[in-house]
């Protein structure tokens, strides 16, 4: 289990040290500092030197460490690291070098209330705010009765949500954004060689009481199960979604979800936690929907000069369109200058500094089609080396959309009030640094 | 043109001030594509190019590769202004690599620059070819580089330099350099006034001396006359003393110098080197309170101590030496303690007698406990080389129970001198046994395969030992944990032997079987198989106890090692086999004694040694070790030489057949020798006519050129004779560096050597005087030979013949008529005879030129006898040849010239045959020649 807990600033300097046992010294932290910090081949996130593990997760020049001895499960002790930076996130608004150390005393509050001698503890947000505030005053006449509800609330069967008389909505809202990231790789002749989506479905629950909610997708899985259970046209649903359900390849979900009606039946169905939180992740990785095509022509002439000729094309609906769409262009490392020329909307320039030219538009209808063209101008080297042509990269946001084809088929409401609840769900499909054609 | 570069400074500004290596590598981008843009560009001008490069040389330090710029560094070299130039050398040197193609553009620039007169633009020449020059370069460049040192109008630094960079050169390529060429020339620098370039000079000519042992014979002088103006007559420039020592470095490095050459012979030079050997140890009697000086005085000290021992073992400077040198290693100083230990060592290595040292011996066993580890090691070097038959049982006791608490670093190689020593001085061979077998128990891993390969050998070519080996082994056997080298041993001995000590109780086969059966678990597979063989020798030795043998092969047959596996199945089938059949005792047969051969362990102990640059000039171990080396030395040294000449005369890689070559070898080793050794004599008429006029006469010119002149008196008596050479400078400019040297063919049969150390220096319109004795120890007939070289502008070298010849050491005999017939008779003829008939020439008056004649005969010290002859033409002459090694050897001479024929006959008898024929050719040579 996790030994010690450290966060570092970037030049290696120990923000918050926390030694959870006492099979490590704090020299421990010189140790990371050394072999990882100031080592700038390390890129792995967990090191291992002799029966020591290192785990880290960089986040804005900080580095989140855990360390343990033993042989600990990797992905629970990441899962801590993240857990950690989201409470921080959810406690200061941001999390870097300045807040850890203008709240250093909550810091350290926080790191002991969700890790028990190494052992991860409750570390849902929404609980360890009623008892770690950030303000400072609660009168004594009323502790008592606090610290007993909190008790048992951080106790009961649903840590994660206050009592339900506690909570109360004029109105009865529910927000569900899907979010994914698409990654795909496509070489030159534009043929798919990897491509996946990582989704999250993110909610926003205000609800009052202790409101049952159910949740549907078009998950493969269901909608076949249902069309096999249920046999003649009553089956509306499942001939709705038949067509184009989704195979989700693994899900998370949030602890408030019954995992066991969902291994039973695939069923979500859950108590929410007051506001924001991450119900589900997924991952998908057939029938990607492709929202961007780009078909790259680049040819090196002789040895001075390589010309580029790329073409964008969007291949969704019209309504829709693709907002922030970044193109980075990759360009030998001995250009010296590049002339670029634009057919369609954007501005496009060379950007030295990274060896790449920037196409940035910033919105592309559905249907359409743009492309650019540029000239790069090489000087002579020394040691003739061979360009090694790396991917060309593009960044976009499209809203309305699923990559995966994901849907949300319903969410339903129940509460003993019976209140009437309003819905809302977006989609949103966007991609950030993996999106890469070969040329 | 601004001074400083604010581009360079503000992107170096900017880089440090990058927070995040992402950043810097952003910066760093960027400023190199603009870098790209603008030489692409070109129209740079010199200011803006050196900027460029300048930057493109930081991001290089950086560790980013740069590809870029390299043309344009080679362009600023070309540049006239220096801070440009200085910006391309430096880029050169570090961007480029020595093969890098590039280099070759720069080659032209460099040696511009090496022509120019500017001192400046010489000095980065130099520091670039010595910072990247390949072989190319070197190749190119070295000339340059050479005239450089050489050149009169040099500054001292651009001497030093291009010292220095010809040293990286001559040790990057040693064959670049034509360093028997020009080692006079660079010898004579030795005499710079300059300290700071002697220095570097002699940095140079150590280097180039290890491998041109003779080219180089001439700096010996050189090192010594510097060291007696340094260290006796203080002669040196205030700015050259350290900490009141005078250039300890410079001393230091002359010490080492000398101890290349084998000890000189001239008294002259020994007798200085002993005063400046003697006065050092005096200065450092008393230790100063200031650490430098200490240190100083010490580096010139360990030193000349080092000298004094290579100089002669058994002079009282050792004696003295050995005092302080046991002083030393009680020493507080970690380093004394070091450096006492070591040079203690080649005492060690090189004295006759060990005695001085062992008076010392327990401080130098207690040494072995020093908290420094590399005490330790010289400790136990120390104590390995002193180590002799009369204290080898203290030592080897010693060192066996320092053995247990050695460092683990050190095991290894106490192991094996601990086995060297016991097998070399041991007084008895239980005593050796012992000792090993402790030794293997105790040191278990660190015993290499040498050690136990080596017992056994020695336990089965001595008789007498085997028994007790037997039983030995047998009671180390017995100790709970074995080693498994102490396994090996067993299992080979017993099995080879133990049959011997099988009677006794105690060690009855059974026992012995199980004691070595249950150590076989914890051996590796070789060791086991080894037990595998001990067993089949039981079973043919010990049939009492073969059905537990057997069973052993039969469980082998099985295991997966292939080796075993297959020994165990024959031995099984050989012990299957029934009890009448012969073949198991054959097999079994004990071991025949080994060839006597050389112990391996030496070997692997000087293999251990790896060679250093600066080559030691002795090897641990005593004084046999050290002849043994110096002898092959010798012998590598020649083939080395015979090698690189037949290289030079087959010019390309020959591809005959091995016997082919081998054979040219040989005869080219022998040419190229001989002209190597021997200088070129000079030639012109006069010096011939000057030389034959000195054979018979006793002072005269024996050279004169517009610069010098050379004159000659001398003196013989019986078989010492003294020589005076007159040198005179004829030119209004003193002769520097001036060098005197003696080349003999054959030092056995003739020595001739300096009085004292010649002059270096001849002041403009003087005369110098050196005065050369001679000794004639056999009869010799090549004449020795005078090599002057001096600095007048030039460096000019002069070698001519010396006219010390044989009949020199002749001496009057006054013998009548009777006893010189008696005598001529008593010799008789051929071989002892020697005749020739030539042809004279008459003088004007148509008549002998008889006084010539006897001018000649009287000049080569025959002594005339009147009355013998009744012809009066007819000249009779008797001598004696003194010689200090033959002794006298008589000598008659008849000479009878005919006038009308124009003839002449010369006849000589002497006792010895080379003398007569020897005698015959001078005399003969003077007669013909007009003088």
């Known amino acids: 289990m996790i030994s010690a807990f450290f966060i570092f600033n970037q030049k290696g300097e120990v923000l918050i040290s926390r030694l959870y046992r006492t099979d490590f010294k704090r020299s421990i932290a010189d140790v990371f500092r050394i072999q990882v910090v100031s080592n700038p081949d390390v890129r792995s996130p967990l090191i291992t030197l002799g029966s020591t593990s290192f785990f880290h997760v960089r986040v804005n020049n900080l580095y989140v460490v855990a360390v343990t001895k033993t042989n600990a499960n990797a992905a629970l002790v990441f899962e801590f690291c993240y857990r950690f930076i989201n409470i921080c996130k959810s406690y200061f608004g941001k999390m870097d070098e300045e807040s850890i150390k203008n709240n250093f005393v909550v810091v350290y509050e926080l790191v002991d209330e969700i890790n028990d001698f190494g052992y991860p503890q409750n570390s849902e947000i929404d609980t360890l705010k009623t008892y770690i505030t950030t303000e400072s005053v609660v009168s004594a006449t009323q502790a008592p009765e606090v610290s007993s509800r909190i008790t048992a609330q951080a106790t009961g069967a649903t840590s994660w949500r206050r009592s339900g008389d506690d909570v109360k909505y004029k109105k009865n809202e529910a927000f569900v954004d899907v979010v994914e990231v698409v990654n795909w790789m496509g070489s030159a002749k534009g043929t798919t060689l990897r491509a996946d989506v990582d989704g999250h479905i993110q909610m926003r629950a205000y609800l009052s009481g202790t409101p049952e909610c159910k949740f549907g997708l078009n998950d493969k899985l269901v909608i076949d199960r249902g069309a096999v259970g249920t046999s003649g046209p009553s089956s509306g649903l499942a001939d709705r979604g038949g067509g184009d359900a989704v195979e989700l390849d693994d899900c998370q979900f949030h602890q408030c979800v019954r995992l066991n009606d969902f291994d039973a039946d695939r069923s979500i169905s859950f108590i929410p936690p007051d506001g924001e939180f991450e119900l589900m992740r997924y991952r998908a990785t057939s029938n990607i929907k492709l929202p961007l095509k780009v078909i790259p022509t680049v040819t090196e002439i002789g040895t001075t000069k390589v010309s580029y000729d790329i073409t964008l094309k969007t291949t969704f609906s019209p309504k829709l369109s693709a907002t922030n769409v970044v193109v980075r262009i990759p360009t030998p490392l001995n250009t010296t200058d590049v002339d670029v020329g634009i057919l369609g909307t954007g501005k496009a320039k ?32 020394t040691t003739r080396q061979v360009w090694a042509r790396p991917p ?18 319903f969410l339903k409401v129940f509460e003993k009030s019976n209140y009437h609840s309003i819905k809302w769900v977006r989609y949103l499909t966007k991609a950030n640094g993996g999106y890469q054609v070969r040329f | 043109m601004a001074t400083t570069m604010r581009g360079l400074t503000q992107f170096i500004a900017d880089i440090r001030g990058a927070r995040v290596r992402e950043l810097e590598e952003k910066r760093i981008n960027k400023e190199m594509a603009n870098i790209r843009k603008k030489f692409k560009d070109g129209n740079l001008d010199g200011y803006q190019k050196k900027k460029y490069v300048a930057k493109i040389i930081f991001t290089y330090i950086l560790g980013y590769k740069v590809d870029v710029g390299h043309m344009e560094a080679v362009n600023l070299i070309s540049s006239p202004k220096y801070s440009e130039k200085q910006i391309g050398y430096l880029a050169v040197t570090l961007l480029m690599h020595e093969n890098s193609d590039f280099l070759r553009l720069v080659v032209n620039s460099i040696r511009k620059d090496l022509h120019g007169n500017n001192e400046i633009d010489n000095c980065l020449a130099l520091h670039a070819i010595a910072n990247v020059g390949g072989s190319e370069m070197a190749e190119a460049l070295a000339e340059d580089v050479h005239r450089l040192l050489i050149s009169p109008t040099s500054e001292s630094f651009v001497k030093k330099k291009a010292a220095l960079t010809l040293l990286r ?81 410079l001393q230091v490095k002359l010490l080492r110098l000398l101890q290349y050459y084998p000890p000189s012979e001239d008294p002259a030079i020994r007798s200085v080197l002993h005063q400046v050997l003697q006065t050092t140890m005096d200065n450092s009697a008393e230790p100063s309170r200031n650490v430098q000086h200490n240190n100083a005085q010490h580096a010139v000290l360990f030193e000349a101590i080092g000298l004094a021992i290579h100089l002669d073992t058994n002079s009282p400077l050792v004696n003295t030496a050995a005092v302080l040198l046991a002083r030393f290693i009680s020493s507080k100083e970690t380093n004394v303690r070091y450096l006492g230990l070591d040079t203690m060592a080649h005492l060690a290595a090189r004295a006759e007698s060990l005695e001085p040292l062992k008076k010392h011996q327990s401080t130098i066993i207690l040494s072995l406990r020093d908290k420094d580890i590399s005490v ?25 129970r320092y053995l247990r608490v050695a460092d683990y670093a050190l095991r290894e190689e106490m192991v094996l001198k601990i086995a060297i020593l016991t097998e070399k001085y041991a007084t008895s061979y239980k005593w050796y046994v012992d000792t090993i077998l402790r030794l293997i128990s105790a040191a278990g891993d660190h015993v290499g395969e040498e050690v136990w390969y080596r017992v056994v050998q020695i336990v089965t070519n001595t008789e007498d030992l085997q028994e007790y080996a037997a039983k030995v082994v047998f009671e180390h056997l017995k100790a709970p944990t074995a080693h498994e080298s102490l396994v090996k041993v067993g299992g080979y001995i017993l099995g080879e032997y133990g049959h011997l000590i099988a009677n006794e109780p105690g060690y009855s086969p059974l026992e012995q079987f199980h004691i070595l059966h249950s150590k076989s678990q914890f051996c590796m597979a070789a060791t086991r198989s080894l037990l595998l063989s001990t067993y089949i020798k039981w079973v043919n030795v010990f049939p009492e106890i073969k059905p537990q043998l057997v069973l052993i092969f039969e469980r082998y047959r099985h295991v997966l090692d292939s080796e075993l596996q297959q020994r165990a199945s024959e031995f099984y089938a050989l012990a299957q086999r029934p009890e009448e059949d012969e073949l198991l005792q054959n097999v079994c047969e004990e071991m025949p004694p080994f060839p006597p051969r050389s112990s391996a362990l030496l070997g692997r102990l000087n293999k251990d040694q790896g060679d250093t640059e600066d080559k030691r000039t002795w090897i641990h171990g005593g004084k046999d ?33 091995v016997m082919g070559s081998l054979v040219g070898l040989d005869l080219r080793h022998t040419e190229v020798a001989n ?19 000195l054979m018979f006469s006793s002072e005269g010119v024996l050279f004169e050129d517009v610069q010098i002149q050379i004159g000659i008196k001398s003196r013989y008596q019986g078989h010492i004779g003294q020589l005076a050479i007159y040198i005179g400078n004829k030119v209004p400019t003193p002769l520097t560096s001036f060098i005197t040297a003696v080349h003999v063919d054959d030092p056995d049969a003739l020595s001739v050597t300096f009085a004292k150390l010649p002059p270096n220096v001849i002041a403009p319109r003087t005369q110098t005087q050196q005065l050369l004795h001679i000794e004639c120890k056999k009869a010799f007939s090549t004449p020795p030979i005078l090599t002057v070289s001096f600095l007048a502008g030039s460096h000019q070298t002069t070698s001519i013949r010396l006219p010390i010849v044989l009949t020199k050491f002749l001496e009057h005999v006054k013998l009548g008529q009777a006893d010189f017939f008696e005598r001529w008779k008593l010799i008789g003829g051929a071989p002892r005879e020697s005749q020739s008939i030539f ?48 002794g006298k050897v008589g000598c008659l001479l008849r000479l009878e010239p005919n006038k009308e024929a124009k003839l002449c006959r010369l006849t000589v008898r002497s006792t010895s045959e080379n003398v007569a024929k020897e005698a015959q050719k001078l005399l003969q040579k003077s007669l013909t020649t007009d003088t």
């Open chain 1, 350 to 381: 060379y950007v030295p500094a990274e060896n790449v030219i920037v196409w940035k538009i910033a919105r592309l209808q559905g249907g359409q089609e743009c492309s650019l063209s540029a000239m790069a101008q090489l000087t002579s080297t």
């Open chain 2, 376 to 400: 330790r090691r010289r400790a136990l070097d120390l104590l390995y080389s002193m180590c002799d038959i009369d204290n080898s049982e203290l030592i080897v006791g010693e060192l066996l």
């Open chain 2, 675 to 693: 002209s190597s050794e021997r200088p070129n004599l000079a030639v012109g008429p006069n010096i011939d006519r000057w030389y034959e006029k």
């Open chain 2, 839 to 886: 042809p004279v020439t008459l003088n004007n008056a148509g008549q002998l030129d008889l006084s010539k004649f006897r001018q000649v005969v009287a000049g080569h010290k025959f002594n005339l006898l009147d009355d013998i002859d009744p012809n009066p033409n007819n000249l009779v002459g008797a001598g004696v040849l003194h010689t200090s090694v033959e």
């Open chain 1, 392 to 409: 060309i990269d593009v960044d976009f946001q499209v809203l309305m959309f699923t990559a995966s084809g994901l849907i949300v088929r």
């Open chain 2, 169 to 249: 050169l001559y040790r990057k390529h040693p064959d670049v350099i034509p360093a028997a060429e020009w080692a006079l020339r660079i010898i004579s620098l030795m005499d710079d006034e300059d300290l700071g370039v002697v220095i570097c000079v002699t940095s140079l000519v150590m280097a180039l001396a290890q491998d041109h042992l003779h080219a180089y014979a001439v700096s010996y002088t050189k090192a010594v006359d510097r060291l007696n103006r340094l260290v006796i007559e203080h002669e040196y420039s205030a700015t050259y003393a350290y900490y009141r020592v005078p250039s300890p470095w």
């Open chain 2, 625 to 657: 070790a050290n002849v043994d080396r110096e002898l092959t030395r010798r012998k590598t040294l020649i083939q080395a030489n015979g090698s690189t000449a037949s290289h030079i005369a087959i010019g390309a890689p020959s591809t005959q057949d």
